[in-house]
């Protein structure tokens, strides 16, 4: 069974934290049956947590789950943290492979996409 985890850092803000909860409902709804399980989970100050999530999608059967970074840069979260937990989760789940896509950031071809975005937007404001 794979799974598919959206994992963002998250806010205080409840709203910010509803917006990924769309965002990823979204995203399930767009990649049309890819992934038997999927989720969102936060870095931090909200919950559910990228560990529980993990947990729970193990539970439910998943034995491949691909984690996809939602954060724009490179920073200490995606070098870091993220794989620390991913890690972790390994020697806990040694049966289940664990895979962390690249960030948003460095999706190839994110640059263009978003500047054609923002120039149809200004074209259109024009």
Do not use: C
Not at 35 to 61: C, H, K, M, N, R
Not at 86 to 98: C, F, I, N, R, S
């Amino acid at each position: 069974m794979k799974g598919f985890i959206l994992v963002a850092h998250g806010s205080r803000r409840a709203t910010a934290n509803e917006e990924i909860a769309g965002f990823a409902q979204r995203m399930t709804a767009a990649m049309k049956g890819g992934f038997d399980l999927t989720g969102y989970g936060f870095w931090e100050l909200a919950e559910p947590s990228l560990g529980q999530v993990i947990d729970a999608q193990v539970a439910a059967g998943a034995r491949d789950i691909t984690l996809f970074p939602y954060f724009l840069a490179e920073g200490k979260h995606v070098v870091k943290d993220l794989p620390s937990v991913l890690a972790e989760k390994k020697t806990q789940y040694p049966g289940v492979k664990l895979t962390q896509l690249p960030h948003l950031g460095a999706i190839p071809g994110f640059d263009q996409w978003l500047a054609a975005q923002l120039q149809e937007d200004d074209e259109a404001n024009s």
